[in-house]
């Protein structure tokens, strides 16, 4: 199982990794997001690119292991290259 750590201290509560994460891992409480399923994370790393406070972190992912890249995450990234 991935360990996940949402940073509460510095997330915002902008809800986009709630709204992006593909299998629903996030969810917002209290202002802040919150991991509710990290079981169903499948190691995209959308989170991570989308996240405006990097308040994200996965344990043990690399970005060259990373399994599916969302049409959200590619437009954002075509902006850098
Ligand atoms: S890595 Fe992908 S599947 Fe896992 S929590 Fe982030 S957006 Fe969701
Ligand atoms: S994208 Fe980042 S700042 Fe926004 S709710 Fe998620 S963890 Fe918090």
Redesign the pocket.
């Known amino acids: 199982m991935?360990k996940?750590v949402v940073d509460t201290n510095v997330c915002i509560g902008c809800g986009l990794?709630v709204h992006?994460?593909?299998?629903?891992?996030?969810e917002l409480k209290d202002g802040r997001s919150r991991?509710a399923n990290?079981d169903?994370?499948?190691?995209?790393?959308?989170?991570?690119e989308?996240c405006p406070a990097n308040a994200?972190e996965?344990q043990d992912?690399y970005l060259s292991r990373?399994l599916?890249i969302?049409l959200e995450v590619c437009s954002m990234l075509r902006r850098f290259v």
């Open positions: 991935v996940i990794c992006d994460c593909p299998m629903h891992v996030y991991v990290p169903d994370c499948m190691m995209c790393l959308s989170c991570h989308i994200i996965h992912i990373r599916y969302d």
